[in-house]
């Protein structure tokens, strides 16, 4: 067995070398490599402001930072995570490297589109940075007028604008995977045999190419507005701000999705592939991605409640919010039921696995209490909002992007990571996230408004467990980092398919070669194929 | 939605054979494209620049409330002749014409939904049929 | 409530907070019903069908329609009794009871005032009455606010340009939270601040201490400082309409379309005084915008509300459409007003 | 590569055939144009709202515009989507100067258009038709310095100067940043169109292979719809 594992001659990554053949590469998986690199470096400044606002809520008084700095901290905690790591995530990196060899591909259809998206991102980041060294900006990443277009003095526009830029990246590349999984997978590669991860990204991808516009639109409205003096949502000139309300969460809104749905992908690729069982119902979980996608244009006013919008327009919103329930709610059963009598082993990426299926669910049904109009009312714009939407992001997109990583890093570099530390790290990151984000529910309830610096007395034991689960959840973060580097080097070979995986992207070398395929695949079985001479387990330290 | 997912669940394979008839058309579909006659693009132009003239003359007669609907009218008229001949939808997939109808679909109901905030919030007391 | 001295629970104080809770601990026992029966079953799963050798799969189960038709229809069940009792709630919620009594709330960067019809006025403190429900008017002088009572499980963003409102009726005396929870800029958290609720005898008590009399007249103070009085003359006989016996009165238009003269009118009025001109009358007023502040402008509708003493309290939301959409006949108005 | 498949310069190594190519192409260029939908639908919305609140500020705003300025490039507009359809059937049946020739005719009726937005925009600034600190839309006590619509006596009648500035600034607001986007994605457009004549000129399209003159087609006759709706919306609010 140790004979096929071995890191072939030539792969991707040793296929030209020097900085010009990666900043200039067409190969989508050198592409998934530098947009890993970029995310993280955001995802680490992104995790460094939420330290800064954690210290700060350690104690009532406001008393670590300035309440400007505090609030320059939050919106951009919120605009980098949102804008610059959650969006482009999973998708950017593990779409990128994975969509092509998954359907049959050499590549995706556009490369250099690729490459532009690539660097429009980085251009969007350059950007909201310079806002951040040039001052910072403080209108929290909803960017809410008149606010922002007209009481604000930081850097505004320079990190709208990077959003703004950011934002055709993201349109990009959803425009790149619709056209490559509807037009590049391979012979007998039909839509019913493509693996859940591409239908996840399929979805992902409409909402991309949807939505996005829509905020661009937003953006440059709220430029013009407090550039030259154009009245368009400013009350004083007659304007409604409730319109930006509505336009801002038509996109962030599905944008959600955008963050979610491809860490649904991850999962059912985990649990089908560790517990050697094909999916429970492929089609309902497929067609639920899509279902989530088109639903979630529908619901963006939930946001929205008490923002003066009339009463049956909420009432409306709210019978559609729990459409979106619905198809979240059947894929988690789907997982479950795919567990029966499966052959489950625990390997890291199955420990992500089992944490997200936590967090999600807890996440997901947090979300009735926002749906429900009566509650909503004292809930909106409260810790309650604030962990809720934190056990989607971080307990189900981070954790998605996580397990997906520790699951395709054998690929992505032929080599293995310990599989100690990162066991160790994925038990941090659920412990310390639960005890960082079970607590902010309760003082949600109690009536913690978000996005205080200075709060009173008697919440803070509940917001010092919280700091204090934080720091745990920062360790989580670091370790991988750790291992991940030593095993670039040290790690054990991986050969092409350390987990007796299922999935055309198995079957080729690891590190694969820059076309994927010497020859393009045809395929002839359906996805998740588990038969007992396929299952090839590694033995495990 | 549900029912089409329980007809796909009592048939995988018909639908899996019918996905692989669309790959097959894929393949066939589109080579070089339609070449189409002078006389049909010359056509497609004179009636928009008679479409023009008359939404120009239109907005000189009082309709009331219909002035915008015609205008609107013709306005999507006009769009869907460049949409169907000039960048020729007609020739092409269902697919194509499915991404065309999505804008449309999806521009609605960002102007409807939220319309629907704005249409009602002057129903200070619920209209009477209501109460 | 709390345990081992950390609050957990937010205290019940007003009529519907109750109501609000129950609803709250309805969806919790349904969350949590659901959460332990995944993890229950993912555990369980887990540990009975864990890969008993290398090389062993599991067993070939396609899916199942009715199971999976089961777990679609049902969670859509559950769901519309939370929309339904939620929708309802919401509604009583956002609906003033016609008997309220008037209080007006103003939000800026950083501070709530608060004016009671009797005349006291206060900054980021409110003293309420129990048993009797409090009709609130939310205007802001510049951004977002919102104004959010925890106790009372209830909030309302106050937005620049228009009246919105909220409404309880508090029930427990006692001194409670009051928060701005819409982000506002550098101080958002400095608008933190207080509701006081007390025995009725004692709210008398409070409101006598009133200085410069009642929130009338001091409209009526300036109504007569900006000269409004010159052509309101109470006879109908002056340049502009009469304001005498007109609040929650249906008022002909030049157009010919009408409106009822509530808050949102009233105030559109003033500001943008040639927005909706009175049938029968030249538009000569001059516009206010940006001479008079919000709260000037809440004590002059006092004033003019006073003079319709007939009128009931406005039960309905009147605000809610003061920066409406095209008016349900149709009209050709221009909108709102707002005040820089 | 397919052994069947001639193997033409111009395919690209991701794709099997360029039949698959182009195929590629088209849905993708659709996929971007649906992206545009949705970005000028922002606006749309922005101006469906306001026009219904300030009704009166949008039918004068809109008669202060001269519609002969937009009707000379709606007329243009279109003839530059003729050519433009005119040239993609050039190269698709081999006519290398013809698709010149009309690549030309529709980056000159571009420049025209542009052009005469130019003379607009200029009339705009001198009379402070252009939302900022100077606009002026009506100076209290004069005559509006535009011609007034049948029924624009009335309209100003019954509403203030002071009024009538503060919401017609919301219509010349939209006005602007919805021309303004238009005539962005023209430039674009015409700058597109450089590069694509050039290749036409060196000969690099055939029957076999013109997608990127196709390309830019699409995207010229989006451009052109775009504005057959901006023109009634902004120029022909309620002439009658």
Redesign the interface.
């Known amino acids: 067995m140790d004979a096929i594992r071995t890191i072939p001659a030539t792969h991707y990554l040793n296929n030209g070398h020097g900085l010009a053949s990666w900043l200039l590469t067409k190969d989508h998986k050198r592409i998934a490599i530098m947009y890993l690199v970029t995310i993280s470096f955001f995802f680490f400044l992104g995790g460094l402001m939420a330290a800064g606002i954690r210290l700060e809520l350690a104690t009532p008084q406001g008393d670590f930072v300035a309440a400007d700095t505090y609030n320059k901290m939050f919106t951009l905690h919120g605009v980098i995570m949102v804008f610059f790591f959650l969006i482009p995530s999973i998708p950017a990196v593990l779409g990128n490297f994975l969509i092509p060899p998954m359907i049959g591909a050499r590549d995706l259809a556009f490369p250099r589109i690729n490459l532009l998206s690539y660097y429009l991102y980085l251009v969007g980041g350059m950007f909201t940075l310079g806002a951040m060294l040039s001052g910072g900006v403080d209108t929290g990443w909803t960017f809410y007028t008149p606010y922002s277009a007209a009481a604000s003095n930081t850097s505004v526009i320079p990190t709208a604008l990077g959003v703004f830029i950011a934002g055709f990246s993201s349109i990009l590349t959803g425009l790149n995977f619709i056209v490559t999984i509807h037009r590049m997978r391979a012979p007998g590669m039909t839509w019913f045999r493509l693996p859940l991860f591409v239908w996840a990204h399929y979805a992902t991808s409409l909402i991309q190419v949807l939505g996005t516009p829509v905020i661009a639109i937003t953006i440059v409205m709220l430029g013009v507005e407090r550039a030259f003096g154009f009245g368009i949502f400013d009350p004083a000139r007659g304007g409604d701000p409730v319109l930006f309300q509505h336009l801002f969460w038509f996109y962030s809104h599905p944008a959600v999705y955008i963050m979610i749905l491809p860490a649904l992908g991850v999962m059912s690729e985990l649990i089908a592939n560790f517990s050697k069982k094909k999916i429970f119902g492929y089609s309902f979980v497929a067609f639920s991605s899509l279902a989530i996608a088109v639903f979630g244009f529908i619901v963006w006013a939930h946001h929205m409640f008490v923002s003066g919008i009339s009463v049956y327009a909420a009432m409306v919103f709210s019978f559609l919010s729990f459409s979106v329930a619905i198809p979240s709610a059947v894929k988690v059963f789907n997982w479950t039921a795919t567990l029966y009598k499966g052959a489950i082993s625990f390997e890291t990426p199955m420990l992500y696995a089992y944490g997200f299926m936590g967090l999600f669910a807890i996440g997901g049904l947090t979300g009735l209490f926002l749906a429900t109009l009566g509650t909503d009312i004292h809930m909106h714009d409260t810790y309650f909002v604030v962990a809720h939407f934190h056990y989607i992001m971080v307990g189900g997109a981070i954790m998605g992007y996580l397990g997906g990583l520790h699951f395709w890093w054998p690929k992505m570099t032929g080599r293995m990571y310990s599989e100690f530390l990162s066991r160790i790290s994925a038990i941090l990151v659920f412990v310390g996230f639960n005890l960082t984000f079970f607590p902010q529910f309760i003082v949600g309830y109690l009536g913690m408004p978000r996005r205080y610096h200075a709060y009173p007395d008697e919440f803070q034991v509940l917001n010092v467990l919280s700091s204090a689960g934080a720091s745990v959840l920062g360790l989580g973060y670091l370790l991988p980092v750790i291992y991940f580097v030593y095993s670039l080097k040290r790690g054990e070979v991986a050969g092409p398919n350390p987990w007796g995986a299922s999935g055309l992207e198995w079957e080729i070398p690891s590190p694969p070669p820059t076309e994927n395929f010497a020859v393009i695949p045809r395929v002839t079985t359906e996805p998740y194929e588990f038969t007992p001479h396929v299952a090839r387990e590694r033995e495990l330290v | 939605m549900l029912h089409i997912l329980g007809r796909r669940a009592l048939s995988v394979g018909r639908l899996t054979a019918l996905s692989a008839t669309m790959q097959l058309r894929h393949g066939l579909l589109a080579m070089s494209g339609h070449v189409t006659s002078l006389k049909v693009y010359i056509g497609i132009f004179l009636t928009l620049m008679f479409l023009t003239g008359v939404t120009v003359a239109v907005a000189y007669v009082n309709l009331g409330q219909l002035n915008k609907v015609v205008a609107l009218g013709i306005a999507t008229f006009k769009a869907s002749l460049v949409v169907w001949y000039f960048m020729h939808v007609k020739y092409q997939s269902r697919l194509t014409k499915l991404v065309v109808v999505s804008g449309f679909f999806f521009l609605a109901i960002l102007l409807g939904l939220t319309m629907v905030d704005y249409g009602s919030r002057e129903w200070v007391n619920p209209p009477a049929s209501l109460q | 409530m709390s345990v081992f001295g950390i609050p957990i629970f937010p205290e019940q104080a007003s009529s519907f907070a109750k109501d609000v809770d129950a609803l709250y601990f309805f969806i919790v026992a349904v969350s949590a019903f659901f959460a332990l029966l995944v993890a229950v079953l993912v555990v369980v799963f887990g540990v009975k069908f864990r890969r008993k050798h290398a090389g062993e799969v599991g067993a070939r189960i396609e899916g199942n329609l009715p199971m999976e038709l089961a777990w679609s229809v049902i969670p859509a069940v559950i769901a519309m009794v939370m929309f339904g009792w939620g929708a309802s709630l919401f509604y009583h919620l956002r609906r003033p009871p016609a008997e309220s009594m008037n209080i007006y709330a103003v939000g800026k960067q950083w501070m709530w005032k608060f004016q009671h019809l009797e005349g006291q006025r206060e900054i980021n403190e409110l003293h309420v009455p129990t048993g009797r429900p409090i009709k609130v008017t939310v205007a802001s002088e510049d951004v977002l606010h919102s104004l959010y009572f925890p106790a009372f499980r209830t909030k309302i963003d106050a937005i620049p340009g228009r009246y919105t409102q909220l409404w309880f009726e508090a029930t427990k005396p006692g001194t409670y939270h009051m928060f701005c929870a819409e982000y506002c800029g550098t101080n958002h958290s400095g608008m933190i601040g207080s509701v006081t609720v007390m025995e009725p005898a004692a709210y008398q008590n409070w409101l006598a201490g009133a200085e410069g009399g009642t929130m009338a007249e001091r409209g009526a103070a300036l109504f007569s400082q900006l000269a409004c009085n010159t052509c309101h003359l109470e006879t109908g006989q002056g340049r502009g309409p009469s304001l005498k016996d007109i609040y929650l009165k249906p008022v002909e238009l030049a157009d010919g379309s009408t409106v009822t003269a509530d808050e949102a009118y009233l105030r559109e009025s003033i500001l943008n005084s040639q927005a909706k001109i009175v049938k029968g009358f030249q538009p000569l007023m001059p516009t206010f915008q940006g001479l008079i502040s919000e709260e000037g402008l809440v004590s002059l509708i006092e004033h003019i509300r006073s003079l319709s003493p007939n009128a009931s309290a406005p039960g309905a939301p009147a605000a809610a459409g003061a920066a409406g959409a095209a008016s349900p006949t149709g009209a050709t108005n221009q909108t709102p007003g707002t005040v820089r | 590569m ?1 052994a069947h498949a001639a193997h033409h310069p111009a395919l ?9 190519q ?3 192409a ?3 260029m ?17 101006y ?3 026009r ?6 949008f039918v004068l705003a809109s008669t202060s515009i001269t ?1 002969f300025w937009g ?1 000379l490039n ?2 243009v507009l ?2 530059s ?2 050519t ?3 040239a993609v ?1 050039s190269a ?2 081999n006519q290398r100067k013809a698709t010149v020739m009309w690549l030309i005719a529709t980056m000159v009726l571009g420049t025209v258009f542009l052009g005469v937005k130019v003379i607009e925009y200029a009339d705009k600034f001198e009379h402070h038709h252009v ?3 100077e606009y002026a839309f009506i100076e209290p006590g004069h005559e509006p310095i535009f011609e007034l619509g049948p029924h624009g006596r009335e309209l100003l ?4 100067a ?2 009538l500035n ?2 017609t ?2 219509f010349f ?2 006005y ?2 919805m021309t303004g ?1 238009h005539a962005l994605h023209m430039i674009i457009g015409i700058g597109l169109m450089c590069v694509i004549t050039w290749m036409a000129w060196k000969g690099r399209f055939s ?2 292979y013109y997608t990127p003159v ?1 390309m830019s ?2 995207y010229w ?2 451009v ?2 775009v504005w ?2 901006l ?3 902004l120029y ?5």
């Open positions: 397919h690209q190594h991701q794709f099997q055939t360029m039949s698959q182009k195929e590629s088209v849905l993708g659709w996929a971007f144009l649906l992206t545009e939908v949705l970005f000028f639908g922002g606006l749309f919305m922005a469906m709202l306001y219904t609140w300030y009704h009166d500020a519609i009707l709606t007329v279109i003839g989507s003729l433009m359809a005119l059937r698709q049946i939302p900022g600190p009648e019954r509403n203030s002071e009024s503060r919401t600034q919301i607001s939209l602007f940043t986007l029957s076999e196709e087609g699409l006759h989006f052109d719809i057959i709706f023109f009634p919306l022909l609010i309620d002439r009658s």
